[in-house]
């Protein structure tokens, strides 16, 4: 089992940029494959970005390319989501998890983080 731990949320004006950490518990998580979702208010969980076990693949959707960039450090058992150039719309509720194979689909992935906010003020 993986226990996944977010943090980095706050608020931030629009421009600006904040970094998301999701620390994992475990010696096995070099194994995991781990993704960023995020979910605003009224909205369903959104795919973000997603980083294979070595960290040689990343992925991330059509919306953050050039302004997100996920990457992992398997000693210290963290992936990160850097998020720069922020607007409103990257508001939402950000949930890292881990699975075997990366990718979009949520199934993908059995264990979750309980999310951290993100609120960038216009």
């Known amino acids: 089992q993986v226990q996944l731990v977010e943090s980095g949320g706050g608020l931030v004006q629009a421009g600006g940029s904040l970094r998301l950490s999701c620390a994992a518990s475990?010696?096995?998580?070099?194994?995991?494959?781990v993704g960023w979702f995020r979910q605003a208010p009224g909205k369903e969980r959104e795919f973000v970005a997603a980083i294979s076990r070595s960290g040689g693949s990343t992925y991330d959707t059509d919306s953050v390319k050039g302004r997100f960039t996920i990457s992992r450090d398997n000693a210290k058992n963290t992936v990160y989501l850097q998020m720069n150039s922020l607007n409103a719309e990257d508001t939402a509720v950000y949930y890292c998890?881990?699975?075997?194979?990366?990718?979009?689909?949520?199934?993908?992935?059995?264990?979750w983080g309980q999310g951290t906010q993100v609120t960038v003020s216009s």
């Open positions: 998890a881990a699975g075997w194979v990366a990718g979009g689909g949520s199934e993908r992935y059995d264990y």
């Open positions: 475990g010696r096995t998580f070099s194994r995991y494959a």
